[in-house]
């Protein structure tokens, strides 16, 4: 364990001795440490999130909307407003010249088009700094246009998620009391309190306090609605389930209007029926009393034999917990108990001293106490306690998954009800799935032989005969959860000073994928821990593996004094947890805006440290505000070069360096394959072929094998040539090293398509004096002739894409020559050549059909959605944020790009090449034919 923990967080650790465990708590995260916690920004739109009726905007960079825009899966029985993401998306003249104008036009804006009965203003780091004067614009709209517009002051570094969960009890507190209820309020109303409503949990519970005879007056916040909100404060009891989140503004109500409030939790047998109990016995009626006994006993008496039959399977399993609040750690450990599961690591990110002390009274000695923890640690413990089980949130998911331990989601995407007796039976068949699944026979690094070797934990979970059957799918339907907005929604805004549903993210994001391309580095952004916890969830929710980032972490007094200290902390604590052969730093809004010269930082903390060996240290700028994520991925290729590359040296026959861009690990395994077919030694920049998509291990890494070394990207410069893919690309990489090192530099588009992998293969054969190699050769033809095969059922159809730059250049290119009509191309990228290079490329489309295509750049879904229903497309190509579209318009949606984050195999999909362009072609035609298939009348079986 000494190796695990950083010295400056010891004090976060504890063993249980004796039912009790001395932890220390509530304190910043340290730099560096990669932390698992959000931050203010974060908090406040986990509680603010769930109000369906208000309009809720970012103020701030895109990135921060994009990240949170509908990712929970909490849902309405009404409204959707919550499940559209608002942002000024500020830019870099904002930044300089302030956004509170823009602010001002935005909200004017969304009130008119959607009238919300509130709005609620996020104020993000830069705004913070910039000197907006939010809470002035919030007063005078509120004036204009007579709703509440409320302030909710979420800069990120003025803490971490549990200071914003008190910005917005703040926010919330500005609505309780300023609105009468209509109708007298029966004598047994409560108030929920910390709910979210998540795969519809809060309706089962509403049910259960319905048959007791207790009346609903507001939920705060899941479902819920701004007018019950502002008559909350006539409840007679507030039921407080999230405390973490929750208790603050509870105690603002019993202070102001004399509500008391109870804290209960409904996760498990035990913590759900304390809550019923609790609440009849504050109102003291016997009547309620036995109304809930009645209920509790027909739950219980339904759902004890099926955990029972559990827990003969499941007893001596152990488990890992760690969550977001400790309060529910405590209700997960005695969930697990009642499933015959010991849990021997439990943490949470925002825990108490009180909720500590609790957990260390439900464990048995031995087990681990951890707050604010990070994936060192969490599968250090996990190993050395003997874990099979973990439960946590996404970021969780791909510690325990490399590392062959089961996993539940216990977090804000899930899709099923685990609160409620509903919710632990939900759990209890989760759990069991989980862990006897027949997968662990192969995982954890064991190889089957013929006959079936097993695993350690294959033999433990399946000696027995006989297998316990689901008990079926969870009664409760779940209202509108997966409906879309009315046609009316979807219409184009009517200012310029508002993004509706961002076509982008942020700049760190891409050079963080670029930075794990590099062999054994890890990515370190340069500011408030929010944006490396974001980037993470996001990139392992299409990745599926594991994704460590650092950041500074910065404080507010660094946006004060500047990063420096923290920075310089950030570094070490990396070379101290993962002995990294590089560390690529980025920078994000906040540090760019308050001027900290990373450069200079870099050169400090050498020479402070000369004659110690240290790894490699790339930089790159990325503020958001001056780009999105492909800028921001680009940025970091040419950081990776300029910081490794130092001379030309000898050139070397036959060295050939690709930068392929932001592309898929199965289009880079591709390429490394196509490069060594022409006999070429290919330098890829980066390649994350293996680091992003990698196999299973024995225990977790801490930082995955693969990438091209430091040494190797060294000798770039005296490769024979550069290819550098991107139509739409300007001062890449590749430039860089053409005026560095006078490196030749050619640059061509993806190859997707024939035409465009003709031209890389062209290229190939020219490097290495060779032909294209016979198996490509038959590629090649069977391209062609599936062409042939398809083409009946292409031709005309009307196609709208959508996604990077590039990748929409490329994807126009394949339409084009197969007979499609690429009505709409759109992009969130700021990239003045896309128009451009789309139009190239898409010559015989123009011809055959003139005058029909679009061509969108720097916009957003909510444009291109609106767009997509004008041009009536047949099909729609790009990534998993275009499902409503396609779902509204009743057509398919071919998945390409990034992110997927409603399927499987994002990181395995092959878009280039001859073989990616079959694959991509097959993909079209078989969505074309399916959903002709599907609507006709006579469902045929043949073609």
């Given at each position: 364990?000494?190796?695990a ?6 004090a976060?650790?504890a063993?249980v001795?004796?039912g ?9 995260s340290?730099?560096g440490?990669v932390?698992?916690?959000?931050c203010?920004?974060c908090?406040?739109?986990v509680v603010?999130y769930?109000?369906v ?7 701030g960079?895109?990135g921060?909307?994009a ?8 849902v ?7 499940r559209?993401?608002?942002t000024?998306?500020l830019r870099?003249?904002?930044v300089i010249?302030?956004?509170?104008e823009?602010?001002e ?5 969304l ?6 009965k509130?709005?609620?203003?996020y ?5 913070g700094v910039?000197?907006d ?26 803490g971490?998620?549990k200071?914003?969960?008190a910005a917005?009890c ?6 309780i009391?300023?609105l009468e209820?209509?109708d007298p ?6 108030n929920?309190?910390?709910?979210f ?6 309706w089962i519970l509403?049910?259960?306090?319905r ?5 609903i007056?507001?939920r ?8 019950d909100?502002?008559r909350?404060?006539r409840?007679?009891?507030n039921v407080v389930?999230?405390s973490g ?5 509870a ?9 008391p409030?109870?804290?209960?939790s409904y996760?498990g047998?035990?913590?759900?029926s304390?809550?019923?109990y ?11 009393h036995?109304k809930?006994?009645?209920?509790v006993?027909?739950?219980v ?14 007893t001596g ?5 760690y ?9 997960l450990?005695?969930?697990?108990r009642?499933?015959g ?7 949470s990110q925002t ?8 957990i260390?009274?439900?464990?048995e000695?031995g ?10 640690e969490?599968?250090t413990f996990?190993r050395?306690r003997?874990?099979?089980l973990f439960?946590g949130g ?8 490399k590392?062959g ?15 409620g007796?509903?919710?632990m ?15 662990w026979q192969?995982?954890?690094?064991q190889r089957?032989?013929v006959g079936g070797?097993k ?5 433990r979970?399946t ?5 316990i059957q689901?008990?079926?799918v969870a ?6 959860e ?6 009316s929604v979807?219409r184009?805004?009517?200012?310029d000073a508002?993004t ?6 942020c700049a760190?994001l ?5 930075f794990?391309g ?5 990515p ?5 821990q929010g944006?490396?916890?974001?980037i993470?969830r ?8 594991p994704?460590?980032i650092a950041?500074?972490?910065f404080v507010?007094?660094?946006?004060v ?5 923290l ?16 560390i690529g ?10 001027g ?19 790894p490699?240290?790339i930089?790159?700028?990325?503020p958001s505000?001056?780009g999105?994520h492909?800028?921001?991925?680009h940025?970091?290729?040419r950081?990776?070069?300029a ?5 030309r ?6 060295q050939?360096n690709?930068?392929p861009?932001?592309?898929s690990?199965a ?5 490394k ?7 070429l030694d ?7 072929s293996?680091?992003?998509?990698g196999?299973?291990w ?9 990438g091209?070394?430091v040494?190797r ?7 024979v040539a ?8 300007r001062?890449?990489?590749g ?6 090192f ?9 190859p997707?398509?024939l ?6 293969c062209?290229?190939?054969?020219a490097?290495?004096?060779r032909p294209?190699p016979?198996?490509h ?9 599936s062409y042939v ?10 196609v709208?894409v959508?996604?990077?730059?590039d990748?929409?250049v490329g994807i126009?290119?394949?339409?084009n020559?197969i ?13 003045d050549?896309f ?10 489309a ?8 679009e061509v969108?750049?720097d916009t957003d ?7 997509a229903?004008?041009?009536k ?8 944020k275009?499902?409503k579209?396609a ?10 790009g990034?992110p ?10 092959l878009h ?5 362009t079959q694959?991509?072609?097959?993909l ?5 034919m399916?959903?002709?298939q599907?609507?006709?009348p006579?469902g045929?079986?043949?073609?």
């Amino acid at each position: 364990m000494s190796n695990a923990v950083l010295e400056k967080r010891r004090a976060q650790v504890a063993t249980v001795r004796d039912g009790k465990a001395d932890i220390a708590c509530a304190k910043p995260s340290l730099a560096g440490s990669v932390s698992q916690r959000a931050c203010v920004f974060c908090g406040s739109r986990v509680v603010l999130y769930p109000i369906v009726d208000a309009v809720h905007l970012v103020h701030g960079p895109a990135g921060c909307a994009a990240y949170t825009w509908d990712i929970r899966g909490t849902v309405s029985s009404g409204p959707e407003l919550h499940r559209l993401s608002f942002t000024t998306d500020l830019r870099e003249r904002d930044v300089i010249f302030g956004g509170a104008e823009k602010l001002e036009r935005a909200l004017r804006a969304l009130i008119a088009r959607y009238s919300p009965k509130a709005a609620f203003v996020y104020a993000t780091c830069i705004v913070g700094v910039i000197g907006d004067d939010v809470d002035s614009v919030c007063a005078k709209l509120a004036a204009e246009t007579g709703i509440p517009v409320l302030p909710v002051r979420s800069e990120g570094f003025r803490g971490s998620k549990k200071d914003g969960y008190a910005a917005a009890c703040d926010a919330l507190a500005r609505l309780i009391g300023t609105l009468e209820p209509v109708d007298p309020v029966p004598p047994y109303s409560i108030n929920i309190l910390g709910d979210f409503n998540l795969a519809g949990e809060l309706w089962i519970l509403e049910e259960y306090y319905r048959r007791m005879g207790v009346h609903i007056l507001t939920r705060i916040t899941g479902d819920g609605r701004v007018d019950d909100i502002r008559r909350a404060h006539r409840a007679k009891l507030n039921v407080v389930q999230c405390s973490g989140s929750m208790t603050t503004l509870a105690h603002h109500m019993q202070e102001t209007y004399g509500v008391p409030f109870k804290q209960v939790s409904y996760f498990g047998i035990e913590d759900m029926s304390a809550a019923l109990y609790d609440v009849a016995a504050f109102f003291g009626d016997p009547v309620l009393h036995a109304k809930a006994a009645e209920l509790v006993r027909d739950e219980v008496t339904g759902l004890l034999p099926l955990i029972e039959s559990y827990r003969a399977r499941l007893t001596g399993h152990k488990a890992v917990i760690y969550v977001g609040g400790a309060f529910k750690t405590i209700s997960l450990i005695k969930a697990l108990r009642l499933l015959g599961i010991e849990t021997v690591v439990a943490g949470s990110q925002t825990g108490r001293p009180e909720d500590y002390d609790t957990i260390a009274a439900l464990c048995e000695p031995g087990t681990v106490i951890v707050d604010d923890s990070n994936p060192v640690e969490l599968s250090t413990f996990a190993r050395e306690r003997g874990a099979d089980l973990f439960i946590g949130g996404v970021k969780e998911r791909p510690i325990a998954f490399k590392m062959g331990m089961a996993f539940c989601d216990h977090n804000h995407e899930r899709k099923l009800p685990l609160a409620g007796y509903e919710g632990m039976k939900n759990f209890a068949e989760e759990v069991y799935a989980s862990l006897m699944t027949p997968v662990w026979q192969s995982a954890r690094g064991q190889r089957t032989e013929v006959g079936g070797q097993k695993t350690e934990v294959g033999s433990r979970r399946t000696d027995d005969a006989g297998a316990i059957q689901p008990s079926g799918v969870a009664r409760h339907v779940l209202g509108a959860e997966g409906s879309c907005p009315p046609s009316s929604v979807l219409r184009p805004h009517a200012s310029d000073a508002v993004t509706v549903n961002p076509c982008k993210v942020c700049a760190p994001l891409g050079a963080c994928v670029a930075f794990r391309g590099v062999a054994g580095c890890i990515p370190l952004i340069h500011g408030s821990q929010g944006c490396a916890t974001y980037i993470r969830r996001y990139t392992i929710s299409h990745f599926r593996e594991p994704m460590d980032i650092a950041s500074s972490s910065f404080v507010e007094s660094a946006t004060v004094f500047g990063g420096s200290a923290l920075f310089s902390t950030g570094l070490d604590n990396l070379i101290k947890l993962y002995s990294p052969a590089a560390i690529g730093v980025c920078t994000s809004c906040l540090s760019e805006t308050i001027g900290d010269d990373v450069a200079l930082f870099l050169r400090e903390y050498a020479a402070s440290r000369k004659g110690a060996p240290l790894p490699a240290l790339i930089r790159a700028s990325t503020p958001s505000y001056k780009g999105t994520h492909m800028d921001g991925f680009h940025a970091a290729v040419r950081g990776i070069l300029a910081g490794i590359v130092k001379e030309r040296g000898a050139a070397v026959p036959g060295q050939v360096n690709l930068l392929p861009g932001f592309v898929s690990p199965a289009d880079l395994r591709y390429f490394k394959e196509l490069l060594a077919d022409f006999g070429l030694d290919g330098i890829l920049v980066p390649d994350y072929s293996e680091t992003l998509d990698g196999p299973s291990w024995e225990e977790y890494h801490r930082l995955p094998e693969g990438g091209t070394p430091v040494e190797r990207i060294a000798a770039a410069a005296g490769s024979v040539a550069t290819l550098q893919l991107g139509h739409t690309l300007r001062d890449g990489g590749g430039d860089w090293l053409e005026q560095a090192f006078g490196t030749p530099c050619r640059r061509l588009g993806l190859p997707i398509g024939l035409r465009e992998s003709d031209a890389f293969c062209d290229a190939l054969s020219a490097l290495g004096g060779r032909p294209l190699p016979a198996r490509h050769a038959l590629e090649r033809g069977r391209l062609i002739d599936s062409y042939v095969d398809g083409h009946k059922y292409l031709f005309g159809k009307r196609v709208a894409v959508y996604g990077e730059e590039d990748l929409v250049v490329g994807i126009a290119a394949l339409l084009n020559e197969i007979g499609l009509n690429p009505v709409l191309c759109a992009s969130g990228g700021m990239n003045d050549a896309f128009k451009e290079q789309v139009l190239a490329v898409t010559g015989d489309a123009q011809r055959l059909f003139p005058g029909e295509m679009e061509v969108l750049a720097d916009t957003d879904y909510d444009t291109i959605f609106a767009r997509a229903e004008a041009l009536k497309p047949d099909l729609i190509i790009g990534n998993s944020k275009g499902y409503k579209m396609a779902r509204k318009l009743g057509v398919p949606l071919v998945r390409v790009g990034f992110p997927i984050h409603d399927r499987i195999g994002g990181q395995r999909q092959l878009h280039v090449g001859y073989r990616g362009t079959q694959n991509l072609f097959d993909l079209i035609c078989n969505a074309l034919m399916q959903a002709k298939q599907d609507t006709s009348p006579i469902g045929f079986m043949y073609v």
